[in-house]
């Protein structure tokens, strides 16, 4: 989600206000269920005009009765605008410095201004979407600004697995993978513990720590800067009291925890 939201700022900066004149989705895998040209048809002659995010889904208004752009990053998508005049900026994930600017062989996606301009899903892996009108109803509500009555509410149905809920899009929108693993860290909860089994005291230290990593991994570049994150491997050690980390699979994914002060 701190990716999507610096992808997000970036259009909101740069892409707003600018008539299009072009747009390239012939890459029907991308931009599925859409054949080629009815994107583009859909777009040319409008505008982005108000960029929006919730958890990790984005979407752009185009303006007066035309559709909303979805654009998914995937795990590896960046927003790219290209001016004319040679200048860039970018939002997105955070392989930045594997990019040269000008390097876009990997563009998924693209919208041509008629400043001369170009915005672009630039997607190494191939993992990003770009649709129209996304289904973004159903998201819970957003990591970044969710309340204490609301997050209180996501955890407290079924028997899931704690991580498990927290990755739960319609539970709570925008928590991935690594920000799972860096919440539950800080508030010292095993990944696998049932979401019935939590005490008031453990849904409070789990908000406490969702808002702390929200807003450091959008402050400081991306969840790879969280705390835990780079202890995350084989041999690794808890920062916090020297612990081995422990892996194992939660709720499908794989998941890190210290193996002292995360016990089950």
Same mark, same amino acid.
């Given at each position: ?22 747009? #390239? ?8 269920? !859409? ?36 654009? !998914? ?9 290209? #001016? ?48 129209? #009108? ?26 899931? &697995? ?28 095993? &990944? ?9 005291? #453990? ?20 969840? !790879? ?40």
């Amino acid at each position: 989600m701190p990716e999507v939201e610096s992808a997000r700022a970036v259009i909101e900066r740069s892409g707003l206000g600018r008539a299009i004149v072009g747009v #390239d989705d012939t890459d029907t895998w991308v931009c599925r269920p !859409h054949s080629p040209g009815q994107i583009k048809n859909a777009l040319v002659g409008r505008s982005l005009v108000v960029a929006h995010r919730r958890g990790k889904s984005m979407w752009c208004d185009t303006g007066e009765g035309g559709p909303e752009l979805g654009i !998914h990053l995937g795990m590896s998508g960046k927003i790219v605008i290209a #001016d004319a005049d040679g200048g860039e900026v970018d939002g997105g994930d955070y392989w930045e410095g594997r990019r040269q600017a000008g390097d876009y062989r990997w563009s998924r996606f693209a919208l041509d201004f008629a400043d001369g301009g170009r915005l672009m899903l630039v997607d190494p892996r191939r993992l990003g979407r770009v649709r129209l #009108d996304p289904p973004v109803e159903s998201l819970g509500p957003d990591a970044a600004t969710i309340t204490p009555a609301q997050f209180r509410a996501a955890l407290a149905f079924g028997t899931a &697995p704690v991580k498990a809920r927290l990755l739960d899009q319609e539970a709570v929108a925008g928590i991935g993978n690594l920000l799972a693993d860096q919440i539950l860290w800080a508030a010292r909860i095993n &990944p696998g513990r049932r979401v019935d089994k939590l005490t008031d005291d #453990d849904v409070a230290r789990l908000l406490r720590a969702t808002r702390r990593a929200v807003s450091s991994a959008i402050r400081d570049g991306g969840v !790879h800067t969280l705390k835990v994150i780079p202890f995350r491997r084989a041999g690794g050690r808890c920062p916090r009291d020297g612990a081995p980390m422990t892996m194992s699979a939660v709720g499908g994914r794989t998941s890190w925890w210290c193996s002292a002060e995360q016990a089950l």
